[in-house]
């Protein structure tokens, strides 16, 4: 393993969920993988999300909780140029031997992504106020 799949994989932590004998590639590939970076990105998120809000002259903050997060989720699976920053962070750590099985299984993984991060996103809304004051 090189030097750089050595530090990510230290960097990101252990796996978050269980991996069994049982689990498909694309749940082990969940646990192990994308959730850690998940987790460690999420201020990022975050960040990325109210800077897109910003941006698109949403009034985010004047919205309900219920509005706040159809916009998350809208933002997240129908923006494809902010979808493809969202993934860009996610991708970016991941090791070559991660990336190869994220080539061969990109469409699935992509949807496990995307639906992990709009969660996070709409989980933490109220994070979301306090922020932007």
Not at 54 to 67: A, G, L, R, V
């Amino acid at each position: 393993m090189n030097t750089r799949d050595t530090f990510l994989n230290d960097f990101r932590g252990q796996a978050i969920g269980s991996v069994t004998k049982q689990s498909t590639t694309e749940e082990s590939f969940q646990n192990e993988v994308l959730r850690p970076i998940l987790k460690l990105q999420n201020d990022l998120f975050i960040a990325s999300f109210l800077n897109y809000a910003s941006k698109n002259k949403t009034d985010f903050q004047t919205y309900t909780i219920e509005k706040k997060m159809a916009t998350m989720e809208n933002a997240v699976q129908k923006d494809t140029k902010f979808r493809n920053v969202l993934k860009g962070m996610v991708i970016g750590l991941f090791t070559t031997a991660e990336y190869d099985i994220y080539a061969k299984n990109a469409s699935n993984i992509n949807k496990r992504m995307m639906s992990m991060l709009v969660e996070r996103l709409k989980s933490q809304v109220q994070l979301f106020e306090t922020k932007s004051k």
